[in-house]
């Protein structure tokens, strides 16, 4: 029953970081397509291609995650790996299509393990997901990427919205970004920046990776 309950969390944080991003996205892409529209029509027909690409891509993800729960044979899909830090630019520019400015720096070598790249991966997912729904208008985001020689890694997420996410746990994007990063020993920080800065800050900290 352990088992089972741990896999069920596991597969519901997994459906909320894919779904809950990719229809946080659509919506942005539909709002900007609707206020183009009148002026724009070109504008309006971009922003349907982006929506129908990340609906696709959306459905893709969702499907490749229901061949897990399968009981016959996986199919082929299940081999599909999971995101890294290399598709992280191809992330950014769906949220900038969908109307958030987002700049990113890295410092240092990425090279780390493909396990705490998806942590880092769904960690900016969800704090880009969150700005997106909750900043409001106007908002920008920064993400700053920092590799240490001795394999820490620090992640801030940062954005000039108008307060972010809530800061219960009831949140379950919240939630499931502080279980990623208690995975490798790593600590999470998130909410409101010291006034007089306006937004959210998400903040991750992850040790040097001693495992074997």
């Known amino acids: 029953r352990l088992a089972a309950a741990a896999e069920r969390t596991r597969i519901a944080r997994e459906m909320h970081d894919i779904i809950g991003h990719n229809l946080s996205v659509i919506t942005g892409l539909a709002d900007g397509g609707r206020y183009a529209a009148a002026k724009s029509p070109e504008r309006a027909a971009q922003a349907l291609d982006a929506i129908a690409g990340t609906s696709r891509q959306a459905l893709t993800e969702l499907r490749r995650l229901l061949d897990v729960l399968r009981d016959d044979e996986p199919a082929p899909a299940d ?6 830090l290399t598709d992280l630019d ?3 520019d769906g949220v900038r299509r969908a109307g958030l400015p987002v700049r990113a720096t890295v410092e240092g070598d990425p090279a780390i393990s493909p396990g705490r790249q998806l942590t880092l ?3 900016i997912q969800e704090a880009l997901t969150n700005t997106l729904k909750h900043a409001g208008p106007d908002a920008t985001a920064d993400i700053a990427l920092s590799y240490a020689a001795t394999g820490a890694v620090t992640l801030t997420v940062t954005d000039t919205g108008r307060g972010g996410a809530p ?7 919240l939630t499931g970004m502080r279980e990623r990063t208690a995975l490798y020993g790593g600590t999470l920080e998130a909410g409101p920046r010291p006034r007089p800065q306006r937004g959210w800050r998400v903040h991750l900290l992850l040790p040097e990776d001693s495992a074997p």
């Not at 800061?167 to 994007?173: A, H, I, Q, V």
């Open 167 to 173: 800061t219960t746990n009831g949140g379950r994007g």
């Open 79 to 84: 081999l599909t790996p999971q995101p890294a």
């Open 90 to 92: 191809r992330l950014l």
């Open 121 to 123: 991966y769904r960690v």
